[in-house]
């Protein structure tokens, strides 16, 4: 490995109708890595593991929607490893992505477990890498986000968009309390940190704290 290649790399995979962008990220250096929100889609999801060459150490969950979740469950059979997250406050979630799914046409879905819950503050250590864990109910109430401080990069689920934010119109959602999550904790963020959404583009916390029109006072 060269000096100057990034300690952590990532491949985002976009899966289900929904565009979900599932993301597999790997510590450089040991090349061991995890995957992020296996919506479904798991065929390319394992063929992009097999093309980097990922040590795939766990799934991990930013919520428990049917776009995020619904691969999961198969992921873990094929894959031998754990499913970690979201907040047990997805629990009711992940055990109705079948009846949820099936009501947006989605098929191939399969509920899941998690084996073990994150909490605000928790680290996960892969690799080289650290993974911070931010709790951000609004969205879900068990929504989490993942921080990687080395490289300035926090994976948000659908807490926070390129110019919007969740929906909170499904079941567990709270509008105000999303605001909160927003501002107490992912504006607690540097501006220079990129962030990678459900769906969509990514961006930046300075241009959201700028620009997003749902964060201007
Ligand atoms: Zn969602
Ligand atoms: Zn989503």
């Known amino acids: 490995m060269s000096d100057n290649e990034l300690p952590v790399k990532l491949a985002i995979i976009p899966v289900t109708d929904f565009q979900q ?15 992020i929100d296996p ?11 097999s093309e980097t060459g990922v040590d795939v150490k766990h799934i991990l969950l930013t919520h428990g929607h049917f776009d995020h ?3 999961a469950a198969e992921l873990k059979q094929k894959l031998g490893v754990d499913i970690i997250g979201p907040h047990k406050g997805d629990k009711f979630l992940l055990e109705s992505l079948e009846e949820y799914g099936s ?8 509920n899941c477990q998690s ?6 503050g928790d680290e ?14 609004g969205h879900t109430p068990g929504s989490v986000v993942f921080v990687i401080d080395e490289i300035e990069l926090a994976i ?12 909170t119109d499904l079941p567990g959602g709270n509008h ?12 607690t963020l540097d501006d220079g940190f990129s962030f990678i959404s459900g769906h969509g583009p990514a961006s930046t916390i300075g241009n959201e704290r700028a620009n997003n029109p749902f964060l201007q006072a």
Do not use: Y
């Open 103 to 110: 009501q947006f046409g989605m098929s191939g879905i399969r």
């Open 124 to 137: 996960l250590q892969i690799g080289d890498v650290t993974l911070k864990v931010l709790h951000c109910p």
């Open 21 to 35: 962008n599932c993301s597999i990220i790997w510590c450089t250096k040991t090349m061991q890595g995890v995957v």
């Open 176 to 187: 105000e309390q999303l605001l909160a999550s927003i501002r107490n904790r992912l504006l």
């Open 39 to 49: 919506g479904g889609d798991v065929e390319n999801i394992l063929h992009a593991i």
């Open 69 to 71: 979740a619904g691969g």
């Open 115 to 120: 084996d073990k819950w994150l909490d605000d």
């Open 156 to 167: 948000v689920g659908d807490v926070l968009f390129h110019g919007s934010i969740g929906r």
